[in-house]
């Protein structure tokens, strides 16, 4: 039986999933998710071994990484499944790893080498901070570059000191860019017919994520600071208390604060010579955030929403996870999806966007250990005593 594809938009693509931990598998996923015909290479089971990078199979963080995949197993380090690898790569579309470049070079699968295989191949490369510099051949993690990227030090509240965000955010956004640096190489190739070396690093996805923040320093040499949940530029914009928790409130602009104060019955605030103006308004953002929770703390939060919505003023809840998945709006947009295994039933996230004529859906649980060597190494055309001898020889 044929292993059915997620979408009919990358069907026609063959990928070789070689990474581990989340930046690498988070970029697979999203080929996996519009239909790519992934294989997972993993190696083959080891007794002796702690836990494997990326946890435990069976664990909720692995089993949402790795859907709609194949795997099988090769222990590159055998001659004999290297090799294996080679032929496989003659007929594959897309490789993409994230080992460390000294790795990847000593196992002879770096781009150099493997071109020499499949000219057309995009290959495809994460890291922690580059393929080339100082740092090239430093182990890379999400928190780490979250610092050496800036983010840590623009979160968190005023005098904090530095604070993660509360998600791998560069691994997760390494991975995006890298899946969509794949797909602009693959559109390319089209023309060019030849393939190329696609990279990205934890530390540079970081970088560009800090987007405005970032710019504040290239273009207006200001360095940003701290503003926990005041929105930096955007004034007023934070979280203010009600009778029963809190919400966050975008009232900046002179439009959107006209409107709160009508709505809020705070017409007096208007009239104050420290807040007529957005820049007094950023000037005395303290005193100002102080006085529109004398008025927010008077009604619940619910009542909050539905008045200031209905005023165009934008606003919204702050949710735990639990509360995100029940939002009548989450439930009308279907965010979780079902996925069916062999034990029990799974819900996972689906992708984000959306396609008319190909959509996304979940075909496949994450693969076991190996589920797919033989059948895998058959469709590349390895005959059944070959495979039986990569069996004899621990390569599989």
């Known amino acids: 039986m044929p292993f059915p594809h997620a979408s009919r938009a990358l069907e026609r693509f063959t990928v070789l999933d070689l990474t581990r931990v989340r930046a690498g598998p988070t970029c697979v996923r999203q080929l996996a998710d519009w239909g790519a015909n992934v294989i997972k290479i993993e190696l083959p089971p080891d007794p002796h071994a702690g836990d494997p990078l990326g946890g435990p199979r069976e664990s909720s963080d692995f089993q949402n990484l790795h859907r709609n995949k194949r795997s099988i197993t090769l222990n590159l380090k055998a001659p004999e499944a290297l090799a294996a690898f080679k032929r496989m790569v003659k007929k594959a579309d897309v490789v993409v790893e994230n080992f460390r470049p000294d790795v990847k070079r000593r196992l002879g699968i770096d781009y150099k080498q ?122 007023p914009t934070g979280v203010f208390k009600t009778a029963d928790g809190f919400i966050n409130i975008a009232s900046a602009g002179s439009k959107i604060w006209a409107r709160f104060l009508k709505a809020a019955g705070a017409e007096e605030l208007g009239k104050r010579p420290e807040y007529q103006t957005a820049a007094e308004r950023s000037k005395h953002r303290d005193a100002l955030n102080a006085d529109i929770e004398r008025y927010t703390v008077k009604r619940t939060s619910a009542e909050w929403i539905d008045l200031l919505n209905k005023a165009g003023v934008p606003c919204g809840s702050i949710n735990s996870i639990d509360q995100v998945y029940a939002d009548p709006q989450v439930l009308h947009l279907a965010m979780a999806q079902p996925v069916k295994t062999k034990s029990k039933p799974l819900r996972m996230a689906r992708q984000p966007m959306r396609l008319s004529r190909t959509p996304s859906r979940f075909v496949a649980p994450p693969p076991g250990l190996g589920e797919h060597t033989d059948v895998v190494l058959k469709e590349f055309g390895l005959s059944a005593k070959e495979i039986s001898a990569l069996r004899k020889a621990n390569a599989i």
Not at 127 to 139: E, H
């Open 114 to 235: 493997i071109a020499r295989i499949n000219p057309k191949l995009i290959y495809a490369s994460i890291s922690g901070f580059g393929q080339t510099g100082p740092y090239a051949n430093r182990p890379g993690f999400d928190q780490i570059a979250q610092g050496m990227g800036g983010l840590m030090s623009i979160t968190g509240l005023p005098g904090q000191g530095p604070v993660r965000v509360g998600i791998p955010i560069a691994d997760l956004c390494a991975g995006l860019f890298c899946a969509l640096g794949i797909l602009v190489a693959l559109l390319e190739r089209e023309k060019s017919k030849k393939g190329q070396h696609v990279t990205t690093s934890l530390l540079e996805a970081q970088i560009f994520m800090l987007d405005f923040q970032g710019a504040r320093w290239l273009i207006g040499g200001e360095v940003p600071k701290q503003a926990g949940n005041n929105h930096p530029t955007s004034i």
